[in-house]
């Protein structure tokens, strides 16, 4: 597996830093507004903090790796091919005996359960979609690495709803400036952990069901 070039692609590099902003406003909020008030003088608050920025350390690793991974991009061919007679009005099978198929697009014969993405404008190997939260497609090579950032997302979130309940139980009587700084940021926080928990929960099945689907194949 190797490395491809970042892709310039406005909504792409939008949703990164949607995701990044997401991220590290949550553990800022954690140590800030949640821990250092409340647990700043127990070993319990010392062990979260870690938690979460080990927890927020993975999710950087598994999207940048998602990211910046060839997720199986069928090479294109040194030598032109002639495909003229697929464009005809009778074209032959395109389909090879062992299921290899032709990219109109790419001019070139690609694997099985291959497809053509066409904001990369490249077939890929089992690609399941082009995912703008990455920049990339999610294929045959970096699927584990999507798969992997969809499940930090998701303990990170559940992680910060913890805390935000466990916080408020702990320390109710705060001063009042305090509690309305801290109020507003735990529900910035909890409306955040909810949306991402939810939408990496749906993808999250989404590509366990689609695993499945093509092992029985």
Known sequence: MKMVVFRVDPCGIICI???YGAVFYADYVIVKHLVIPTMSDTLWGAVNVVIFNTIVFLI??????????????????SASMDFSDLHSSQPPKNTTADGWTVCMKCETYRPPRAHHCR????????????CPWI?????????????????YVGLASLHAITL???TWILDPGVKQDVKYTKLVHSIILVIESVIF????MAIGCDQISSILTMRQQ
């Open 60 to 77: 950087t690793m598994s999207h940048l790796r998602a990211v910046l991974s060839d997720p199986g991009v069928v090479p294109l061919p």
């Open 135 to 151: 920049n990339n497609c999610v294929g045959e090579y970096n699927q584990k690495f999507f798969i992997q950032f969809l499940f």
């Open 197 to 200: 928990g939810l939408f990496v």
């Open 17 to 19: 830093l949607i995701t």
């Open 164 to 166: 935000v309940i466990i």
């Open 119 to 130: 904001i990369c404008q490249r077939c890929v190997r089992r690609m399941d979609h082009h």
